[in-house]
């Protein structure tokens, strides 16, 4: 005897909206931001034209400071959402409660442990990257602000050790940031079709044969 | 350029001359991009220029006059030898030191040509500040000379005016917005490091703005307008933000 497809409601309106407005925002943030890097590299490299974006310095900073405003705006409403709704509190938010399913994740995830720990919506390691993410993204922000205004706001680039040594802590909030999106796409990939589409339609549809949660979304 | 005033046929002449020259000047970006398609164009260029208007709007309000730009002991000094050179044409512009004379008309009761005699007699302020480059680099260069301020109030100038212009002996151009102009570090440099400017670094007067990013700090300037008219500015008019605030 068949069971019917099941489905459960995974992502809130708002949650997909700010999720697509931060991809986007995030890539012009990391690609515009390579081809400033260019003109004046920090580290004896440049990266390859074909990876960056806005044509020339002048387009470039266009874009970053365009992309600033949605990069920040968006995020702090996303950060905002997920602190005041019960729906963040539950789902995302990294806990206390949290860290005793840190260890038993790292093991499966090594392929030491075979059988996937219980977990509600996110396991203990996702709830850690999504909660550390705003915090690399803040950051990505104040690093730049140092940046941007080390005259005006020459007390936030001291707490960066000054100017020059903002752009570095720029650079290694970007990395980090680039290596969350290569890493959650990759998990993306392997969570497979229904999964994605969960971000887009809010649905999340199961195959009849699977066992109630304990399927992974990402 | 359009509030210049035209005083004879031959100043007509010089001002088609320079346009043409800067016409010139400005392709080279164009002539450097040829072939990249994702440099900003048509609809998304004006919606990033108009974004862009916005921001020089929010740096306006984010700039406080009595901020000052962090000064450094002699010993945080950048070495003299890494004082770098960024000039978009030449680094040795030919200039007349000898007849050298700065240009100041606009709104000013007292208009007409100052020699550095006259502008180094104005009181004297030496500070080592940070040059940030629009690239990225930054050096902490010992600058000296006559804060602006002291000299647009020694020509009389109409300081509710909203601008100050500079031009310069290699074309080059720019302008600010008047509280910019009247920031304290902002100056009429004649010195770095102690020493006369050197012909490559801009002499025999250039702007040093630390509260602004490089390409505002003009070398080899010889005319300072005040006006209410937008000048914009060499590299600005290409897609460089205005305002520039750091």
Known sequence: MKTPARKEYHHPPLIRLTHWVNALALLIMITSGLRIYNASPLFGFTFPDAITFGGWLAGARMWHFFGMWLFAVNGVVYVLYNILSKHGRRTTLFRKSDVPGVFPMILYYLRIRKEHPPQQKYNALQKLAYTIVPVLALGGIMSGISIYWPVQFSGIASLFGGYDTARVWHFIFMSALALFFAGHLLMVAIAGWDNFLSMITGWRRFPPSAKPRSEKNV | ?246
């Not at chain 2, 919606?47 to 000052?68: A, E, G």
């Not at chain 2, 030191?97 to 009761?109: A, K, Y």
């Not at chain 2, 909203?162 to 151009?173: H, R």
């Open chain 2, 1 to 246: 350029m359009k509030s210049k005033k035209l005083t004879s046929a031959s100043d007509l002449k010089n001002l088609d001359f320079s346009r043409q020259r800067r016409k010139l000047l400005k392709l080279s970006p164009v002539l450097f991009l040829a072939g990249c398609d994702l440099a900003p164009s048509g609809k998304t260029e004006s919606f990033l220029r108009k974004f862009q208007q916005f921001n020089d709007w929010v740096q306006s309000k984010v700039f406080d006059i009595n901020k000052l730009s962090p000064e450094y002991a002699d010993s945080k000094l950048t070495l003299e030898d890494g004082f770098r050179l960024n000039s978009y044409e030449t680094d040795e512009p030919e200039v007349d030191l000898e007849g050298w004379r700065l240009t100041v008309e606009g709104l000013v009761s007292k208009p007409g040509e100052y020699s550095l005699e006259q502008i180094a007699a104005l009181p004297k302020r030496v500070m080592n500040t940070r040059h940030v480059c629009v690239e990225g680099w930054s050096m902490v260069v010992k600058w000296g000379g006559t804060p602006l301020h002291e000299f647009l109030k020694h020509v009389g100038a109409d300081t509710d005016a909203k601008f100050v212009a500079v031009e310069s002996a290699d074309d080059y151009y720019t302008s600010y917005d008047m509280p910019s102009a009247l920031h304290p570090q902002t100056l009429l440099c004649y010195e770095a490091y102690g020493k006369s400017l050197t012909l490559g670094h801009g002499a025999p007067l250039r702007i040093t703005m630390p509260t602004k990013l490089g390409y505002k700090s003009a070398k080899w300037i010889d005319k300072l307008v005040v006006t209410n008219d937008k000048w914009g500015g060499y590299w600005e008019d290409q897609g460089y933000d205005w305002f520039a605030g750091i």
